[in-house]
């Protein structure tokens, strides 16, 4: 089974402040690991995925993330907020094989920026 | 390359009536998911289908179904709506079973 905790609804950071936003997995498969943001009334864009690979994974638009198995944890992080991060993001989790591909996503987190 | 296409956008329903919903996957993906979208329950998987075969399956009662053509298209049906239902309804491909999702912008089904 997996799961996905990401604490918090919400996030208000300044433009240019560094935006963290935490996500914690539980899985009993060697995890892929995923964030995808979401504007209003669109779909979900993918950000990053960990694959097994290297354990600092770069993504779009200036994010991050790091895998740290001993803390099962996936925190996405950018160094300087832009008004335009402004939106909803989801860690997800899923296995490495097609049997248990699904994504399990957390609640989901609401990244607010302020001007 | 176009991307995961939806159809409908926008759809009102009323308590009993069934639906189904569309996505075309992108050019030369065979797998199809589904996904239920809500404020209380967020982001649910329903299904998944390779090759017109459903190799996946969430936690939703059997109202809920799907299929895959073999131009890998997809189509899931909800029968007897009920209030609960109203979500917006994401569909992913993937080029192949259990490969990197591309969503959809979703289908938003509201029930009255």
């Known amino acids: 089974a997996q799961s996905v905790t990401q604490l918090g609804s919400h996030v208000s950071v300044s433009e240019g402040a560094l935006v963290l936003l935490r996500c914690n997995y539980s899985?009993?498969?060697?995890?892929?690991l995923f964030w995808y943001v979401q504007y209003p009334n669109q779909g979900l864009q993918l950000l990053l995925k960990?694959?097994?690979?290297?354990?600092l994974v770069k993504g779009i638009n200036g994010f991050e993330a790091e895998f740290k198995k001993s803390e099962t944890s996936f925190h996405l992080t950018k160094p300087s907020a832009h008004m335009s991060d402004a939106a909803e993001y989801f860690c997800?989790?899923?296995?490495?094989?097609?049997?248990?591909?699904?994504?399990?996503f957390g609640k989901g987190i609401t990244l607010s920026v302020r001007p | 390359k176009a991307g995961v296409t939806q159809t409908p956008r926008y759809l009102i329903k009323t308590r009993g009536q069934q639906v189904t919903l569309s996505c075309s996957p992108i050019s030369g993906h065979r797998s199809v998911s589904w996904y239920q979208q809500t404020p209380g329950q967020g982001l649910q998987f329903l299904f998944e289908y390779f090759s017109e075969t459903q190799r996946n399956k969430g936690n939703f009662p059997g109202r809920f179904s799907g299929r895959q053509f073999s131009n890998s298209r997809s189509e899931m049906n909800v029968s007897t709506l009920e209030l609960g239902d109203s979500a917006l309804y994401l569909c992913?491909?993937?080029?192949?079973?259990?490969?990197?999702?591309?969503f959809g912008p979703g289908t938003r089904l509201t029930v009255l």
């Open positions: 960990y694959t097994s690979a290297a354990t």
């Open positions: 997800a989790v899923s296995g490495p094989s097609g049997a248990n591909s699904k994504l399990t």
């Open positions: 899985s009993s498969v060697p995890p892929y």
């Open positions: 992913a491909s993937s080029l192949a079973w259990g490969g990197e999702q591309f």
